[in-house]
């Protein structure tokens, strides 16, 4: 049998291939698809989707506003707005059906911390105690959830039951992210003392490494006023755009932290 590429072009290929055939091979894109083939990467895109999208809105509904006084609009409002607010909450709806299985892999972590502990007793015990504050989060998190009507109640609750599982669980997470702060420190400090006596081979795994704790600490640091924000009633900030710009920075942080962390080296050149 003849290979494809010795034949004639035929019919067939003129009409079904040449899409294909012209789509080039592109290393980008194949990292794209494994990364966001991913939870934690298609998370990351969606949260940078959500935010982005309240973080536009408001400023669109501003030039509504300045257009209807300018005379060149009917009503001072925009449809566009109206729709990014709805994306972004059908995208934080989506996320949160999607963490539902999160509770398995802390588990899964607490399980192997202390079957291979690490050799820093307070690395360990930082990740004991990530660990139990997200087994307070979970449950806490999905009775605040499922008790609020955004389809219809699920759980049929107190509106102050709900308020407390709300509350307590943005305080628990809040415990995580502090504790996450403190560990990337912690190995911060440790990276700059073996980057003095590292190889050439070891000084640039540390460097790579040095940059993946950069994005995690902006994405952790820019997360806990935000965290601090929803963990009292009605909140401390004002405005909304406080919470959704720091939520966006957090998001492309921890987007693009991701996305090198996860990148298959290329062969040396």
Known sequence: M???KNRSLAIDDILLGSIGANIPPSE???HAVRFLSTWSGTDKLMMASQYACKLLAPFL???????FKAGKRAQPASL???GLYKFAGSVSVARRIMGFWGILGIMKGLSALERSPPASRLALNIGRLQGLSMIVFYPLE???FFSAPFGGPLLRISPDAAMAAQLWSVRSWGVYVALKIVELWHEWTSLIQKESDATEDAH???QKRKRAVVYQLVANISRLPVIMHWSVIGG???SELWTSGLSLLSALSSFRGGWESSRVPGPMK
């Open 236 to 238: 401390i900030y004002q």
């Open 80 to 82: 566009t707005t109206d």
């Open 61 to 67: 509904l501003y030039r509504a506003h300045l257009q």
């Open 28 to 30: 980008i894109r194949d």
């Open 2 to 4: 003849d290979h494809p």
């Open 204 to 206: 640039k795994a540390i």
């Open 142 to 144: 999905y009775i605040s």
